[in-house]
């Protein structure tokens, strides 16, 4: 095809006709601003396929790991609920002065055993550090991915304030004023002070506080499921 154009162009030279020449070689500059044009679409469009699809793998693993941290966080729920209603039984002895039941020291364990949240990010983190995230071009899509695992960031920090305040109960309290082979001959006096008392207060307030929180991030990642299965229709 290249050798077919040089000789038209020589042939024009030869016979003198620059003027016809000139036209012709105008002709084919556009002819090769339109190949490149075309060029140009068919790679961009190829690009949008790429990355179209690639957004969709990100959309089944993101769904996919969303299903597994909310699995995590409903096991979570249920520990922390199961805690709970152990405490609220130790509460109501306090309350009750019911000192000598042997169900407070039974329970009293609720006060320094933890169960926390480990989330699953790989694909999350993938996707923020690759620079991936601009695949999803719905600014309101991207916050909702970005605002569901942000979610992970405020249950770390209840978590750790839950973490503090069973660390103190057990080490000021359970350490020198129980006995954890055998909670049966535990100090005579144990359960029936202030700071029992008190533990079993806060431990209520951290653990609720965390319960709240894993709440919070099971709706977050539905929302973003929603938002995921509406793109998907739309498309």
Request: glycine share 2%; charged share 25%.
């Amino acid at each position: 095809m290249i050798k077919f154009f040089r000789k038209i162009r020589q042939k024009l030279l030869t016979e003198n006709k620059f003027s016809k020449y000139l036209l012709y070689a105008i002709g084919e500059v556009i002819l090769v601003i339109i190949g490149i044009l075309i060029a140009l679409a068919l790679n961009k469009q190829s690009n949008i396929h790429d990355n179209n699809e690639l957004r969709n793998l990100y959309i089944a693993q993101l769904i996919a790991e969303a299903d597994r941290n909310m699995d995590a966080l409903n096991r979570n729920i249920n520990w922390t609920n199961k805690m709970l209603k152990e405490i609220d039984t130790l509460r109501n002895l306090v309350m009750n002065k019911d000192y000598d039941n042997s169900k407070l020291l039974s329970k009293s364990h609720a006060l320094y055993t933890a169960y926390y949240f480990i989330p699953d990010m790989v694909t999350y983190e993938n996707l923020k550090f690759s620079g991936d995230l601009k695949l999803f071009k719905d600014l309101n899509l991207r916050n909702s991915i970005t605002n569901a695992y942000l979610s992970f960031n405020r249950i770390r920090g209840v978590e750790e304030i839950d973490h503090r305040a069973k660390t103190d109960i057990f080490a000021e309290y359970f350490m020198p004023f129980s006995k954890l082979l055998d909670m049966s001959k535990s100090s005579k006096n144990f359960g029936k002070d202030v700071f029992f008392e008190n533990a079993v207060i806060v431990r209520t307030t951290t653990l609720s506080q965390n319960k709240r929180e894993y709440v919070n991030s099971i709706e977050a990642f539905k929302k973003l499921k929603i938002t995921f299965a509406e793109l998907q229709n739309h498309n």
